[in-house]
């Protein structure tokens, strides 16, 4: 790192589209130049612009095309031609020509073929949303319910997406070094989500390096079951145990940011914008008053361990 720090700076050059057709057919390009730069000087550029730092120096965007090769459709017509024959937008999933699949519209709707930027923006949005709305007494309470609902569902949803976009990569268009044994791997469907994550290190021979980030997804997952099933049917917990959910919220990003580096990819914008948002800390509204280790309250007293516990004690 010092070293890197240290090193003069340089400049990249690079082609981006500026829309329109060049004279062959292909995509009109036009030539960029970055800014002369090194860590130090990103690292000063990410601290004042955020994720807006690679437009700052003019560098290419970080993006794993296959993986954030996000591109929303939305389709506002139906139009047949003298044929019969209707319009159709087609949309190419990024997973190899082998991949059988290929989102079509031809009437009014909508289509995407990676969900990475759109749960990544969710789950920041969500986040700053619980903090802003944490204020008791003066929140809605019942919006503060649905953002954590919505914030555990997105944060599971975005593992779990990641890692089927890599068995459809190493299915259908696998790089070089990547293998993919189906027997190995085992069903897509029906197994348990940290089962998948086995899935990093069978294709890429990389070990997923994330002890910490999986104890902090377990958790989230295992708050997001109890939303989403509501078994047991009632739900509490502490704004200490929702601090310590946003910032593991945070780990599941730092999470997705391992398997992107098992896999040989950057994180996205989206991604380092989730990343730089700060952790979450519990301010009590009365800081000076005294305060006893919790009991069994908050989540404790809804949890299913809490609800198997009890019912074991009255038999």
């Not at 301010?283 to 908050?298: F, M, W």
Request: some cysteine.
């Amino acid at each position: 790192m010092k070293r890197w720090k240290n090193h003069p700076k340089f400049q990249v050059h690079w082609e981006t589209k500026a829309g329109g057709l060049a004279p062959g057919g292909g995509p009109l390009m036009k030539k960029v130049v970055s800014e002369p730069f090194n860590q130090s000087v990103i690292e000063r550029a990410v601290k004042t612009k955020g994720s807006a730092f690679a437009e700052a120096l003019h560098l290419p965007e970080p993006r794993t095309e296959w993986l954030d090769g996000s591109v929303p459709i939305f389709m506002g017509f139906h139009y047949t031609d003298g044929t019969g024959d209707s319009v159709k937008i087609q949309i190419d999933a990024g997973l190899g020509d082998k991949f059988p699949l290929m989102p079509v519209l031809d009437r009014e709707g909508v289509a995407e073929v990676s969900f990475q930027t759109s749960l990544l923006r969710s789950i920041a949005e969500l986040r700053k949303r619980i903090v802003d709305t944490s204020v008791m007494g003066g929140s809605d309470q019942w919006s503060l319910f649905t953002s954590f609902r919505m914030l555990m569902a997105e944060s599971v949803s975005l593992i779990d997406n990641t890692l089927h976009q890599l068995y459809f990569k190493a299915q259908y268009d696998p790089l070089p070094s990547w293998r993919f044994n189906v027997s190995a791997l085992g069903p897509r469907h029906g197994v348990r989500v940290m089962d998948k994550l086995k899935w990093v290190y069978s294709i890429t021979g990389v070990p997923l390096d994330a002890r910490d980030q999986v104890t902090a997804f377990t958790h989230v997952k295992t708050v997001m079951n109890h939303f989403a099933h509501m078994d047991p049917p009632c739900m509490c917990f502490t704004m200490e145990e929702a601090a310590d959910w946003l910032n593991k919220v945070r780990m599941v990003a730092e999470l997705n940011w391992r398997i992107r580096q098992a896999v040989g990819g950057p994180p996205s914008l989206s991604l380092i914008e989730l990343l730089l948002q700060p952790e979450v800390e519990f301010v009590p509204i009365y800081p000076n008053a005294k305060r006893i280790p919790p009991p069994t309250v908050g989540y404790a007293s809804v949890s299913e361990a809490t609800l198997i516990a009890k019912s074991r004690d009255r038999t």
